[in-house]
C-alpha cells in the first residue's frame, strides 16, 4: 500500500534538531522561530524541477543535497548561518526507495551545517522541489553585492567549472563512475558556508557563483557601480579539469560554469592579506583581478585584452 501524505511526513521529514531556537518544527499549522536581537533574517529560496535542474534518473540523495545547497550557498554568500529550512515537495508517487534517498541527502547537508527543516508542503505531482532556507546574520556585517569599490582585489573560491563539467559527463550518457570526481561535484558540491561566515563584516561584496563566473562578475559589478578587470592566466583550473579537458576547454567551464557553489567576492586591498589569512585552509582562495572604474568586464590574457564572448555556460551548445 503507498504511503498517505501525512504518514510520508512523518516517516520522512520529521526528524527533530537539536537547535534550541525551535520553538514548534513539524507537524503544527507553521513554525515557531526564535530570531535573536540584533540579528537579522536571512532568507533564499530556489526551486528544482526533474528534467531541468536535476536528472530524471539522478540519484535521489543527490537531489536532496542539491536542493538544499542551492539555498544554503545563498545564505553563504550573505555572510549568514545557516539556520531552518521549510521544504516544498512534489512527488508523482510515493515511492519510498525515492523519498528515503531523498531525504538522507538532504538531512546529510542539513546535519553538517546545523539546519533543522522546520516545515514545508507536501503534494502529488511532476517532482519539483522548493526549499526555503532562513539564517542570521547581523545586518551591518551582511555581505551584498552592491559594495565592490574601486581599488579593490577581486576573488574566487575553490574550483569553479567542475561541476558543469561534471554535467557533461552525464549529459553524455552511458556508463558513469560515480566516484569520478567532476560527477561528484555535479551531485555533491559544498555550499561555502564557513568562508562566507570568515568574510562577513570583511568582504566589501559578494555574491555565489551560479550561472557563471564571467556573468556573475557582471552582476556584482552593476550592482556595485564599478567595473572589474579580470586576469584569465590567474583563473583556477583544478587538477580534475585539466586532465579531461583541453586548455580552452578547461577555461570556458571555468567562466560559463555555474553551481559548484564558489563565492566570487571583493577584498579592500589594504585588509586582503590579513583576511585571506583568517579564511578556513580547506577552500582555495584565487585572487583573480581587480575592481576598476567604468562599467562591466575587461578580460585580459597576460596583461593584453582578450576577446571572450559573455553569457554562461552553454550545456547544449
Ligand atoms: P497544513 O495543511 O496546515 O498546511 P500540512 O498538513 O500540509 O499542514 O502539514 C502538516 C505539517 O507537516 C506542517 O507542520 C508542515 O509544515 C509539515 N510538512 C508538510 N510537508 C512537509 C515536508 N515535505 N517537509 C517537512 N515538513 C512538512
Ligand atoms: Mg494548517
Redesign the pocket.
Known amino acids: 500500500m503507498p504511503l498517505g501524505?501525512?504518514d510520508l511526513?512523518a516517516r520522512?521529514?520529521?526528524r527533530g534538531s537539536t537547535r534550541s531556537d525551535v520553538l514548534l518544527?513539524?507537524?503544527?499549522?507553521?513554525?515557531l522561530l526564535e530570531v535573536p536581537a540584533g540579528r537579522a533574517l536571512v532568507a533564499a529560496t530556489d526551486t528544482l524541477v526533474e528534467g531541468r535542474h536535476f536528472l530524471p534518473d539522478a540519484p535521489p540523495d543527490s537531489v536532496g543535497h542539491q536542493a538544499l545547497a542551492v539555498n544554503l550557498s545563498d545564505l553563504a554568500a550573505m555572510g549568514a548561518d545557516p539556520a531552518w529550512a521549510?521544504?516544498?515537495?512534489s512527488v508523482p508517487e510515493s515511492d519510498e526507495e525515492w523519498l528515503g534517498g531523498f531525504a538522507a541527502g538532504l538531512y546529510a547537508l542539513a546535519g553538517r551545517h546545523d539546519v533543522a527543516?522546520?516545515?514545508?508542503?507536501?503534494v502529488r505531482g511532476p517532482r519539483v522541489i522548493t526549499i526555503t532556507a532562513l539564517g542570521l546574520v547581523e545586518p551591518s556585517r551582511a555581505l551584498r553585492r552592491s559594495g565592490a569599490r574601486v581599488g579593490d582585489l577581486l576573488y574566487v573560491s575553490g574550483w569553479p567549472g567542475e561541476a558543469a563539467a561534471g554535467l557533461e559527463v552525464l549529459r553524455r550518457g552511458g556508463p558513469v563512475a560515480a566516484a569520478d570526481p567532476l560527477v561528484r561535484r555535479c551531485r555533491y558540491a559544498e555550499p561555502r558556508v564557513a568562508l562566507g561566515r570568515a568574510l562577513r563584516g570583511r568582504a566589501s561584496a559578494a555574491m555565489d557563483v551560479s550561472d557563471g563566473l564571467l556573468g556573475d562578475l557582471a552582476k556584482l559589478c552593476a550592482a556595485s557601480g564599478v567595473g572589474a578587470r579580470l586576469d584569465l592566466e590567474r583563473l583556477p583550473v583544478s587538477s580534475s579539469l585539466a586532465t579531461r579537458h583541453a586548455r580552452a576547454d578547461c577555461e570556458s567551464l571555468v567562466l560559463r560554469g555555474g553551481d559548484d557553489y564558489e563565492l566570487l567576492f571583493t577584498l579592500p586591498a589594504d585588509a586582503a592579506a590579513a583576511i585571506e589569512a583568517a579564511t578556513p585552509a580547506a577552500v582555495p582562495l584565487h585572487r583573480i583581478g581587480a575592481i576598476e572604474e567604468g562599467r562591466g568586464v575587461r578580460c585580459l590574457r597576460d596583461g593584453r585584452p582578450a576577446d571572450i564572448e559573455a553569457g554562461g555556460y552553454d550545456h547544449f551548445a
Not at 86 to 89: A, D, G, I, K, T
Open positions: 501524505e501525512f511526513i520522512y521529514f520529521s518544527g513539524v507537524g503544527d499549522d507553521a513554525a521549510l521544504l516544498s515537495l527543516l522546520v516545515g514545508g508542503d507536501t
